[in-house]
């Protein structure tokens, strides 16, 4: 506990309550907006980790493996109430099951190769093009009247997986947009986003698990890139409010979901952008 010990019991006492928080906004924002809340994990770990002086090759890759962990029981509660509210579409979630997969193997493999800035610009730079394309076209018609057939299908499913492994998100902050740009109605691709965060979650987590099992100068109690104080202080906020967030979504707009999740994402940018620019 080394890197802990030159810090207040004050401080500390900050540091668990600001994880706390992250895990209540977390689940509020899974449930909303069926994200898995790596988009708010992701950010606030890596600030947190900067704070701590936490050595910057794997400062991100900690923060992104950690958020995947979470996500994992977080998108199942997630999922189970969109589903009990009708909002997941399962034929749609069990056809991209597969090529999902497929891309958090390639996404989980590439971890280990990419550097922490890298990976901080890929997940501020796909953030803030999401967020202009859902709040300056949210009331635009869709692309296309459906969604794609095959292989591209497929081809969209990889992408989904294998760049939400590699920026630790559940997959909600690419598949809501792009289901619902395919004329997926929004509580629809919420709902089916959450059961994504699902099957990207799990391989991905054991990915950076096995990535970063013989790295050095991680965060004290981390196995591989999984730092297990912050999976212990934020799981149990995200259980317990991903319901919440279920109905919230449930009783909301489609165009007032759209504008939140714009919000939330260009705000996530600019900060990742500054920690890798300013």
């Given at each position: 506990?080394?890197?802990?010990s030159?810090?207040?019991?004050?401080?500390?006492?900050?540091?668990?309550v600001?994880?706390?928080?992250?895990?209540?906004?977390?689940?509020?924002?899974?449930?909303?907006?069926g994200?898995?809340g790596?988009?708010?994990?992701?950010p606030v770990?890596y600030?947190l980790?900067?704070?701590?002086?936490?050595?910057?090759?794997?400062?991100?890759?900690v923060?992104?493996g950690t958020?995947?962990?979470?996500?994992?029981?977080?998108s199942?509660i997630?999922?189970?109430?969109h589903?009990?509210?009708g909002?997941l579409d399962?034929?749609?979630?069990?056809?991209?099951?597969l090529?999902?997969?497929i891309?958090?193997i390639i996404?989980?493999?590439a971890s280990?190769?990419?550097?922490?800035?890298?990976?901080?610009?890929?997940f501020a730079?796909?953030?803030?093009l999401v967020?202009?394309?859902?709040?300056f076209r949210?009331?635009?018609?869709?692309?296309?009247e459906?969604?794609p057939?095959?292989?591209f299908?497929?081809i969209?499913?990889?992408?989904i997986?294998?760049?939400s492994?590699?920026?630790?998100?559940?997959?909600g902050t690419?598949s809501?947009?792009?289901?619902?740009?395919?004329?997926?109605?929004m509580h629809?691709?919420?709902?089916?986003?959450?059961a994504?965060?699902?099957?990207?979650?799990?391989?991905?987590?054991?990915?950076?698990?096995?990535?970063?099992?013989?790295?050095?100068?991680?965060?004290p109690l981390?196995?591989?890139?999984i730092?297990?104080i912050g999976?212990?202080?934020?799981?149990?906020?995200?259980m317990?409010m991903?319901?919440?967030g279920a109905?919230?979504?449930?009783?909301t707009?489609?165009?007032?979901?759209?504008?939140?999740?714009?919000?939330?994402?260009?705000?996530?940018a600019?900060?990742?952008?500054?920690?890798?620019?300013?």
């Amino acid at each position: 506990m080394e890197l802990l010990s030159g810090y207040s019991l004050p401080w500390l006492a900050g540091l668990v309550v600001a994880l706390a928080v992250t895990g209540t906004i977390a689940g509020l924002l899974a449930g909303l907006l069926g994200v898995g809340g790596g988009i708010v994990i992701v950010p606030v770990l890596y600030h947190l980790f900067t704070l701590l002086g936490v050595d910057e090759s794997v400062k991100m890759h900690v923060a992104v493996g950690t958020s995947l962990a979470t996500i994992i029981p977080t998108s199942f509660i997630s999922a189970k109430s969109h589903k009990a509210k009708g909002n997941l579409d399962e034929p749609l979630f069990k056809s991209l099951v597969l090529p999902l997969f497929i891309g958090v193997i390639i996404g989980s493999f590439a971890s280990g190769y990419v550097s922490g800035d890298v990976l901080s610009i890929v997940f501020a730079s796909i953030a803030l093009l999401v967020a202009g394309n859902m709040a300056f076209r949210s009331k635009a018609k869709p692309v296309a009247e459906s969604l794609p057939r095959s292989p591209f299908k497929q081809i969209m499913g990889i992408f989904i997986g294998g760049f939400s492994t590699l920026m630790g998100i559940g997959g909600g902050t690419l598949s809501v947009p792009i289901l619902n740009a395919f004329n997926v109605p929004m509580h629809r691709a919420v709902g089916t986003a959450a059961a994504i965060g699902m099957v990207i979650s799990i391989p991905g987590a054991i990915g950076f698990l096995l990535n970063g099992w013989n790295v050095e100068n991680t965060p004290p109690l981390t196995i591989g890139y999984i730092n297990l104080i912050g999976f212990a202080l934020i799981v149990p906020m995200t259980m317990w409010m991903a319901p919440i967030g279920a109905r919230m979504a449930n009783a909301t707009t489609a165009a007032r979901l759209k504008l939140a999740f714009a919000f939330f994402l260009f705000i996530t940018a600019v900060r990742m952008f500054y920690g890798v620019l300013g």
